[in-house]
């Protein structure tokens, strides 16, 4: 039966997986956690590592076996990204290229790799890429060598606990948020559609005992900022579950209080119940199975071929071009042997056509070396440019319009009572130019509205009066209109655009107030 190896360490333990698999199933063979020195991590901490697997390898009898590595969260940098509509095979070099443009220290052998959150080739994308420094992973490596295994896959930790508990959750719609409550830290992520849509690591006060109430007062608050970025980045979306995974004994009372805190189904999983497992892990018999949660999650990932969220082993890239070499090689020898059966005679004269072909064939080749190295990154900065170049800034636009409706306070003296206008009702949307503001409003008066058109207008804003009315629902204010602010957007903000072109679909916001 093929076997598989998990794992993943601190400054205190390292915890390992052996799993054999079978049909699809998964067994558990071992699991450990095996305490680290102190004083041996701080001076030799890759080395300590090795030797301590190299040993426990050495007991179990197992070696050469493909190894899952986990990554804490707190290891790894997450960016969200806007894309613009491209095809699926661009996305590596498009995701790369924007990273470098927001982070000047990156290079080309920073490890990276990205999952799609939204979008398409018609549509925007939405993209979550993470970086890992290159000494994580190079750390990795040496340790899988000296140990005697071999790195087949290194994973982000969150996002393997967040599969673990989805694929044993409930499959329903919404949101499903995950908990993963280690010595120091937690992981949160939250899980639409089989994604993670949002991963954070946060670190929690350390008190032995797990259900302590500064630990879970801690973690109530995350738990209340994370639910409030999904509100906001989900949509018509909502938390409708929450699973922590760990130990039932540890976890059972933090669960319930959680779920009373926010009035939703909140349930434990045991990393250890869901698989065929031993009964106890190597190590402390009060050790809280939650911690072999996500190399469990990256061994059923493994099993099930189901690809991993992240994979700084293996990471996306542009498909490589199929080779054209035994293509030509094949056609090649067809025509040696078409023309050898033709006649001798032709032989030399062939043996040279063919010294033509190969020399042919090399200065394509170098050709297309040259072409493949020409392939300039400015076709992909115009993409970007030309999608943020029509950007609108709403907060200081909202800023601006509201200066400039009431220029001085309520309060103020020298207030101009007679030229106040009240705004009821704000759409902002996309524009040819960059955007558009358009509002309801009312006025003291018609004379009211040309010293609130002058002080709107300026070279980057223009006022349209799309109607008016004398008849108002506001007591002491006389007239009501509409109107509208175009905000144009200049060329020189895109240097690489001849001429401007529609912008792509953007956001559209609309508020009502009843005053401004």
């Not at 190299?54 to 290891?75: F, H, M, N, S, Y």
């Not at 508990?165 to 830290?185: F, K, S, T």
């Not at 109530?220 to 639910?227: C, N, Q």
């Amino acid at each position: 039966m093929p076997r598989l190896l998990a794992i993943e360490w601190d400054n205190i333990e390292l915890r390992a997986v052996v799993a054999s698999t079978l049909g699809g199933r998964l067994e558990i063979e071992h699991a450990a956690a095996l305490p680290i020195p102190p004083e041996m991590i701080k001076n030799a901490p890759s080395t300590t590592i090795s030797d301590t697997l190299k040993t426990w390898l050495a007991e179990i009898d197992i070696a050469r076996i493909p190894t899952l590595v986990a990554v804490g969260g707190l290891q790894v940098e997450l960016h969200e990204l806007s894309l613009p509509p491209a095809p699926v095979d661009e996305l590596p070099d498009l995701v790369r290229f924007q990273i470098q443009r927001e982070i000047t220290s990156l290079d080309e052998n920073t490890p990276l790799d990205f999952v799609v959150l939204s979008g398409d080739i018609e549509t925007p994308y939405r993209i979550l890429a993470a970086i890992i420094p290159a000494q994580v992973l190079a750390q990795a490596h040496s340790i899988c060598h000296a140990a005697g295994i071999r790195l087949h896959r290194m994973a982000l930790r969150p996002c393997a606990t967040a599969s673990l508990a989805d694929r044993y959750g409930d499959q329903r719609e919404g949101v499903h948020l995950v908990i993963h409550p280690l010595a120091n830290e937690v992981d949160i992520v939250a899980i639409a559609d089989r994604t993670a849509n949002l991963i954070r690591t946060v670190r929690l006060p350390h008190d032995p005992d797990a259900g302590s109430d500064a630990r879970a007062m801690a973690l109530i608050r995350e738990l209340r900022r994370t639910i409030a970025s999904v509100r906001q980045q989900a949509g018509d979306q909502i938390v409708n579950r929450i699973t922590i995974c760990g130990s039932r004994n540890q976890h059972a009372l933090l669960a319930e209080r959680i779920g009373r805190e926010f009035d939703l189904p909140a349930v434990v999983l045991d990393p250890l119940e869901v698989v065929r497992a031993p009964s106890q892990p190597t190590g402390d018999a009060t050790l809280d199975s939650g911690k072999f949660a996500p190399l469990i999650g990256m061994l059923l990932d493994e099993v099930h071929a189901t690809p991993m969220a992240f994979d700084f082993v293996n990471p996306r890239k542009r498909p490589k071009e199929r080779s054209k070499t035994l293509f030509y090689l094949l056609a090649a020898a067809a025509i040696v042997l078409l023309v050898a059966g033709y006649s001798m005679i032709q032989y030399r004269r062939l043996a040279r056509m063919d010294r033509d072909i190969q020399s042919t064939q090399r200065h394509l080749g170098e050709l297309e070396q040259a072409r493949n190295a020409s392939k300039d990154p400015v076709a992909k900065a115009r993409r970007i440019a030309q999608w943020l170049r029509t950007d609108v800034n709403w907060l200081d636009e909202m800023d601006q319009l509201s200066q400039s409706i009431r220029p001085l306070p309520l309060q103020s003296e020298d207030y101009p009572a007679d030229e106040d206008i009240v705004v009821m009702g704000l759409r902002m949307n996309p524009h040819s130019d960059g955007g558009t503001i358009e509002f309801d409003a009312v006025a003291r008066n018609r004379e009211a509205k040309e010293p609130f058109q002058t002080r709107l207008r300026d070279a980057q804003h223009s006022v349209e009066i799309m109607g008016e009315d004398e008849e108002t629902d506001l007591p002491g204010y006389g007239c009501d209109f509409k109107a509208a602010v175009i905000i144009k957007i200049p060329d020189a903000l895109d240097p690489m655009a001849s001429s401007r072109s529609e912008p792509s679909p953007g956001p559209s916001i609309t508020t009502n107030q009843s005053g401004s």
